[in-house]
């Protein structure tokens, strides 16, 4: 089927499982086309990446997949999507990117099609749960017999990076919280919200994918790859309990926002309660001092030896009479 000796355009790594024996056999980086004889027994994984513009015509040549699923392992479109037609699965899950040093929050795509003896996934960036898939495919390969284990072991890594995403967020989530019941006030909007709108994401993200597996699981069972129905209730399970953790922390975050703004308000209206009361006081000295200012005849106490004193007196008396006044009415 493959006989022109070249490289794999886009190869990131590559296995082949033998069912029989339940082992499976990494190919080499340099694996050529030549390499990827057709297996006898058990299934081939091809994991690619779509940074090689070559990869769509490498996937032309296997027969088994068709031009709508090669459209979908080669998309660039950023959206999840579950489809089952003729005994295959294919679309898109969502994931975190991974950079060389460190993992990140960015979501990233994998695109992927099961089909009878071949699993194939495609990516544009580095994501965290493939590469733990590749590692627990390593450590027990006796595991999977078949494409759509490999499938549920994708989802399922996917569901434990949003345990440990949904962990680091709890964790900041409660380094805000102690400052904002703290004995300071403080203006932790600023911190608040990138994790609000990380949180807002993944829920998006995650009822989506929820979504599609319920319709995918509702299919008829002629549509169905082996095994499926039995692994999308699995898979559901899983995705339905951590979407109630994420929700829980969609909720507290908006509560500990509101609560933020809150206290913001609170310390606003003391202030303008200050500035109020500085003003009552001041306004009586300053009519005082606006009629002893007026340059008209007959001002009281403008020939008088002591009239400066006496008007200070008067100014004295206005904010002993606004204190009295405000006293009078409740408001000090």
């Given at each position: 089927?493959?006989?022109?000796?070249?490289?794999?355009?886009?190869?990131?790594?590559?296995?082949?499982?033998?069912?029989?024996?339940?082992?499976?056999?990494?190919?080499?980086?340099?694996?050529?086309?030549?390499?990827?004889?057709?297996?006898?027994?058990?299934?081939?994984?091809?994991?690619?990446?779509?940074?090689?513009?070559?990869?769509?015509?490498?996937?032309?040549?296997?027969?088994?997949?068709?031009?709508?699923?090669?459209?979908?392992?080669?998309?660039?479109?950023?959206?999840?999507?579950?489809?089952?037609?003729?005994?295959?699965?294919?679309?898109?899950?969502?994931?975190?990117?991974?950079?060389?040093?460190?993992?990140?929050?960015?979501?990233?795509?994998?695109?992927?099609?099961?089909?009878?003896?071949?699993?194939?996934?495609?990516?544009?960036?580095?994501?965290?749960?493939?590469?733990?898939?590749?590692?627990?495919?390593?450590?027990?390969p006796s595991r999977y017999r078949q494409p759509i284990d490999i499938f549920e072991l994708?989802?399922?890594?996917?569901?434990?990076?949003?345990?440990?995403?949904?962990?680091?967020?709890?964790?900041?989530?409660?380094?805000?919280?102690?400052?904002?019941?703290?004995?300071?006030?403080?203006?932790?909007?600023?911190?608040?919200?990138?994790?609000?709108?990380?949180?807002?994401?993944?829920?998006?993200?995650?009822?989506?994918?929820?979504?599609?597996?319920?319709?995918?699981?509702?299919?008829?069972?002629?549509?169905?790859?082996?095994?499926?129905?039995?692994?999308?209730?699995?898979?559901?399970?899983?995705?339905?309990?951590?979407?109630?953790?994420?929700?829980?922390?969609?909720?507290?975050?908006?509560?500990?926002?509101?609560?933020?703004?809150?206290?913001?308000?609170?310390?606003?209206?003391?202030?303008?309660?200050?500035?109020?009361?500085?003003?009552?006081?001041?306004?009586p000295p300053s009519l005082v001092t606006g009629f002893f200012g007026m340059n008209t005849?007959?001002?009281?106490?403008?020939?008088?030896?002591?009239?400066?004193?006496?008007?200070?007196?008067?100014?004295?008396?206005?904010?002993?009479?606004?204190?009295?006044?405000?006293?009078?009415?409740?408001?000090?």
């Amino acid at each position: 089927m493959l006989s022109i000796v070249q490289s794999i355009p886009g190869l990131v790594w590559a296995y082949d499982f033998d069912s029989d024996n339940r082992s499976c056999r990494r190919l080499p980086p340099d694996a050529t086309r030549e390499d990827l004889g057709d297996l006898q027994t058990g299934f081939r994984w091809l994991h690619l990446n779509l940074a090689d513009q070559r990869v769509g015509a490498f996937l032309e040549e296997f027969s088994q997949l068709p031009p709508q699923v090669i459209t979908a392992l080669t998309t660039h479109e950023t959206h999840a999507s579950i489809t089952l037609e003729d005994g295959m699965i294919y679309g898109t899950l969502v994931d975190f990117q991974r950079e060389f040093d460190e993992e990140t929050r960015d979501i990233g795509w994998l695109h992927f099609a099961v089909c009878d003896n071949i699993l194939v996934t495609t990516r544009l960036q580095p994501l965290r749960s493939i590469d733990r898939v590749r590692a627990a495919v390593e450590k027990n390969p006796s595991r999977y017999r078949q494409p759509i284990d490999i499938f549920e072991l994708i989802v399922a890594e996917f569901q434990r990076t949003l345990i440990s995403l949904v962990i680091e967020l709890t964790d900041e989530l409660n380094q805000i919280e102690d400052v904002v019941y703290g004995a300071t006030t403080q203006d932790e909007r600023r911190r608040l919200a990138p994790m609000r709108r990380t949180v807002v994401r993944l829920h998006r993200h995650l009822r989506t994918v929820l979504t599609l597996f319920r319709r995918a699981a509702a299919a008829d069972e002629d549509e169905m790859p082996e095994g499926f129905h039995d692994v999308s209730g699995r898979l559901t399970s899983r995705l339905e309990a951590v979407d109630h953790d994420v929700y829980a922390l969609q909720d507290r975050a908006r509560l500990l926002h509101e609560e933020i703004d809150s206290k913001l308000s609170s310390e606003t209206n003391r202030h303008l309660y200050i500035l109020s009361l500085m003003t009552a006081f001041l306004l009586p000295p300053s009519l005082v001092t606006g009629f002893f200012g007026m340059n008209t005849e007959a001002l009281p106490f403008a020939h008088a030896e002591h009239g400066t004193f006496y008007a200070f007196g008067l100014m004295t008396l206005s904010v002993g009479g606004a204190w009295w006044l405000l006293r009078r009415a409740g408001i000090l």
